[in-house]
């Protein structure tokens, strides 16, 4: 009897031990089938012994036999676990939608600016949102109704059986852990067909799996000194033509426009405008960003503008606002004020949005006017009206006892671009268009026009001033214009590729830019450049010269006009794709530049006196 007894529970253990496999199986295929939008390549995924598919179920079934474990019921777990693993599986599908990417770990940063464009996303789809709310309720009810269901009638686990499983599966969970850092070789992770793909993130999760990528991605916030970092290496960086800092005999005024998702529309395939939506931009055009994001994002964009930094040199999915600035950092604010300016920043929405409030004030800006601040502003929609944050400029600007430095990022063109934000639409659209592109397509052409009339109004003031005034615009990334670019032919997804020839990436990652003196006028034949060689451009423009923005910047400028993670691009479009793969070959000025930027976001800052000297004073006045 005991010995029957005896077979008896371990047959029960084994079938529970098969019940969780099972339900972690099918917990991997849906998490797969949710997060990459179709069935097809899941199967292939879960059952090749050459991916990781076998490797995620043991995963899963480690967190249900633990949270067994700890709950004291068998097969609970999967209460807890699925929501866990489905819900943020749904959420980048439905992120790779609209911006191209899938969900990281640094996306929940920032959980709070998702919360407060909800109410633009209702307007936009009010039938889908009215549908997503009654299922996530009823989901709710229906999983505190299994919860309770569960909770009488599972299997009570004894406390032996308690204490071996999480004394088996602790480890287990360990030394999986151990082994998700991309950075470092483990010969586990290759048994295991783990391979962090890091520089190519969509990849990453399409061989690895939803799970297993998402969990590669975490030590992003763990930044490492790359290899040769060091005072050394900081001091052999050449010092030629570093050590000047001149500036003109009358300091011009400086306003920095960053236009949320500006883009020339008429760049689309089988589409025309009548009339031009943006002619005083077209005039005036001196060449092109380069952005490195898509239809969001728009603070990487920003980093890399107001430092000279850029994000190639960053864990890719990584957002410098929410995760890396943590302390003082040389900008162009701080630059100016070294130069007697008045240097602030504007923006007609929440302060707290991107982090922008602690970032700005460690970039060196003495004031950040945020919508709490700003006088009322006309609205388009529920943004405020590019025009009404130019005169506030101006009005400003008229105010202003010494030259100013002003950053503005404008709101207007955020999208989605919902039918009926204008009264009218002045702009005609021909082509074959169905309903919803053209009704897209509308709202977003008339709020180019609109953003285009506001930089006329903004010039033709600076030209009637008695001080040089310089003008600098961009749009930060193309604007998300859903099905617009697939039905025209511009582009075979809703979103831009993140790697690709280099005349594909500009087609899909250029934005008009703008550089112009009311003394001077335009500054032309720039070509295309990366949004982090805009402060070079900036101080040419002022007749400054500085050690790192001029001088350091201006060197890598030379050779190289794009700066991106996937590739090199050069004035005469010679690419080095997948350049940073190979550390050891790495071209010794964009390792330098690698260095410089690693000592002074993360590292010991041994070269900011030589490099960035007005930054070093204001530091040292601050202290």
């Known amino acids: 009897m005991g010995a029957a007894r005896q077979q008896s529970n371990v047959l029960r253990q084994l079938l529970s031990l098969g019940l969780t496999m099972l339900l972690a199986l099918l917990l991997v295929l ?3 089938w949710i997060a990459r939008g179709e069935f097809s390549p899941v199967l292939p995924y879960v059952f090749s012994p050459s991916r990781p598919g076998f ?16 709950f004291g019921r068998a097969h609970l777990s999967v209460l807890i676990v699925a929501p866990l693993l489905l819900v943020p599986a749904f959420i980048s599908s439905q992120k790779q939608n609209y911006l191209s990417d899938p969900l990281y770990p640094s996306d929940f940063l920032f959980a709070r600016q998702i919360m407060e464009l909800l109410p633009v996303m209702v307007r936009d789809r009010p039938w889908t949102a009215a549908a997503l709310v009654i299922g996530l309720v009823a989901a709710l009810a229906a999983l505190a109704f299994l919860w309770r269901h569960a909770w009488r009638h599972a299997a009570t686990l004894s406390r032996k059986a308690r204490v071996v499983r999480l004394s088996v599966c602790l480890p287990l969970a360990a030394v999986f852990i151990s082994q998700m850092d991309p950075t470092q070789y483990s010969f586990i992770r290759e048994k295991l067909r783990i391979i962090p793909i890091v520089w190519d993130q969509k990849e990453n999760y399409t061989y690895n799996g939803f799970v297993i990528a998402f969990s590669l991605n975490l030590p992003m916030a763990d930044v490492k000194s790359p290899a040769g970092y060091g005072p050394d290496a900081i001091d052999a960086i ?36 009548t009339p031009d939506p943006m002619p005083t931009i077209r005039a005036r055009q001196s060449g092109n960003v380069f952005s490195p994001e898509f239809g969001g994002m728009t603070a990487n964009v920003e980093f890399e503008a107001l430092t000279g930094f850029s994000n190639a040199f960053l864990p890719y999915g990584s957002i410098p606002y929410q995760q890396y600035v943590r302390r003082p950092m ?25 982090n922008r409030n602690e970032v700005y004030r460690a970039f060196g800006f003495e004031e950040f006017h945020t919508e709490e601040t700003l006088p009322a502003m006309e609205k388009r929609g529920m943004f405020a009206s590019d025009d009404s944050l130019l005169k506030e400029i101006m009005r400003e600007g008229d105010g202003a006892e010494k030259p100013f430095f002003f950053f503005a990022v404008t709101l207007q063109g955020h999208g989605p671009y919902e039918a009926n934000r204008y009264a009218q639409n002045t702009v005609n659209i021909a082509g074959n268009l169905n309903d919803d592109d053209r009704e897209t397509l509308g709202t977003y052409a008339q709020g180019v026009r609109e953003a285009d009339d506001s930089l006329k109004m903004l010039m033709d003031w ?10 600098v615009l961009w749009g930060d990334h193309l604007p998300p214009l859903g099905g617009v670019y697939p039905n025209t032919g511009y582009m075979p997804q809703q979103v831009a590729t993140r790697k690709a020839p280099l005349d594909i990436m500009k087609q899909e990652h250029e934005t008009p830019l703008v550089i112009w003196s009311s003394k001077k006028g335009v500054r032309k034949d720039i070509g295309t450049i990366s949004p982090s060689q805009l402060p070079y451009q900036v101080l040419k423009t002022a007749g400054y010269e500085h050690p790192f923005y001029t001088g350091f910047l201006g060197r890598v400028q030379k050779k190289y006009d794009i700066v991106d993670r996937y590739q ?15 550390e050891g070959a790495i071209d010794p000025m964009i390792r330098d530049y690698r260095y410089l930027q690693h000592d002074v976001m993360f590292g010991r800052e041994y070269g ?16």
């Open 608 to 623: 900011l006196e030589r490099f960035f000297p007005s930054h070093s004073s204001l530091i040292t006045q601050g202290s």
């Open 238 to 273: 050449p010092a030629r033509n570093y050590g000047y800092l001149s500036g003109p005999r009358q300091k011009p005024d400086v306003i920095m426009l960053m236009s949320e998702s500006l883009w020339d529309p008429t760049r689309l395939s089988n589409v025309s405008f």
């Open 462 to 471: 600076a030209e009637k001033r008695d001080r040089e005034t310089i003008i």
């Open 568 to 582: 090199l691009a050069t004035r005469e479009n010679q690419t080095f794709p997948d350049w940073s793969r190979n």
């Open 55 to 70: 490797t995620t179920i043991g995963i899963v079934m480690l967190m249900m036999l633990m949270a067994d474990a700890i």
């Open 330 to 354: 040389p900008s162009l604010a701080t630059f100016f004020r070294a130069e007697g300016y008045a240097a602030r920043a504007l923006h007609p929405f929440s302060g707290w949005f991107w």
């Open 30 to 32: 849906g998490v797969e």
